[in-house]
């Protein structure tokens, strides 16, 4: 089984930026600890004659071509735009 450390728990916690108390690390080390152990038990079960399950519900993809379809013009759209420049709408910077 593998053992995580409370170093561990804090430097997991500073990277997703949470303070912890004491306690609540020691609650979490431990839930890890049985969440990894749960996930070790699994891997020793035999699947070998378990086909893969990759779509429960029975639907399927629907492909298309892409088609270009007739829509609003372009100069249609730039008379809605609060301010346009060189056919295209100008926008505040962002950066």
């Known amino acids: 089984m593998i053992t995580i450390s409370t170093s561990d728990i804090q430097h997991l916690a500073s990277l997703s930026s949470l303070a912890l108390t004491d306690d609540e690390t020691d609650g979490l080390r431990q839930d890890?600890?049985?969440?990894?152990?749960?996930?070790?038990?699994?891997?020793?079960?035999?699947?070998?004659?378990?086909?893969?399950?990759?779509?429960?519900?029975?639907?399927?993809?629907?492909?298309?071509?892409d088609e270009v379809q007739a829509g609003i013009p372009v100069e249609k759209l730039l008379d809605l735009a609060p301010e346009k420049q060189n056919n295209q709408v100008k926008v505040p910077q962002v950066l």
């Open 32 to 65: 890890l600890e049985n969440i990894i152990g749960y996930i070790e038990q699994l891997g020793e079960l035999d699947v070998s004659g378990v086909e893969p399950t990759y779509q429960v519900t029975g639907l399927s993809n629907v492909w298309r071509e």
